[in-house]
């Protein structure tokens, strides 16, 4: 089983280099210390798993990972990483990555992981699933109410905050309270992606905004 190790730790690319190489199952092809080098080594050597640190100068690991999938190459992507956040690990998946672990992780359970990710198993650290799992049970525990929705449909109409608070006979604070709660509860940052979310979860169906029944 071949591997690329992807940090910009000498220190750590060693030290995971030494540990995969006293195990007869794999084979260390190379090592890259940034985004772009991984890219050129995955192209020459065909790994079949690519230990991917996230952040590094250069080009860093979420915009390597989706660079290997447009150009279409086919080693897996398991993450090796510190960062457990929301804005790391959702954008490593979304941009392919078949695995995301923690630098903490037992040895045992990186070979494992390893192996997995081989055969395109998916494999995430407790943490990141936990936070993933609530992350997604969140919004079916919290639905938009009435007054949302109607905040929300005037929203996607192109409403401004100070035209929807007119339209609904409320202050445009009290708009831009609905607004936070809405992206609390829809798990999203800004206005656009309420809207998508909300069109994605059948919330909100294309039509010009009206009184809800």
Do not use: C, W
């Amino acid at each position: 089983m071949s591997l690329l190790i992807v940090d910009d730790h000498p220190v750590v690319r060693d030290g995971l280099s030494s540990m995969f190489a006293r195990d007869p199952e794999f084979e260390v092809l190379g090592e890259a210390s940034d985004g772009a080098e991984a890219i050129r080594l995955a192209r020459s050597l065909s790994p079949d798993v690519i230990l991917m640190d996230l952040r590094m100068p250069g080009m860093d690991g979420v915009t390597a990972i989706a660079e290997l999938a447009r150009l279409g190459i086919p080693a897996r992507v398991l993450v090796l990483t510190t960062y457990d956040t929301d804005s790391h690990v959702l954008p490593a998946i979304e941009a392919g990555a078949t695995g995301y672990l923690l630098k903490d992780a037992p040895r045992a359970e990186l070979v494992r992981a390893v192996r997995a990710a081989a055969q395109g198993q998916s494999v995430l650290a407790p943490s990141v699933a936990a936070r993933l799992m609530s992350r997604f049970r969140a919004p079916s525990t919290s639905p938009l109410s009435r007054r949302e929705l109607e905040v929300l449909e005037l929203v996607a109409a192109g409403t401004t905050n100070r035209e929807t608070a007119a339209r609904l006979f409320i202050t445009e604070a009290t708009v831009k309270t609905h607004l936070l709660n809405i992206y609390a509860k829809l798990g999203v940052g800004d206005r656009a992606a309420a809207v998508a979310e909300a069109f994605n979860r059948g919330l909100l169906t294309p039509g010009p905004p009206g009184p809800r029944p």
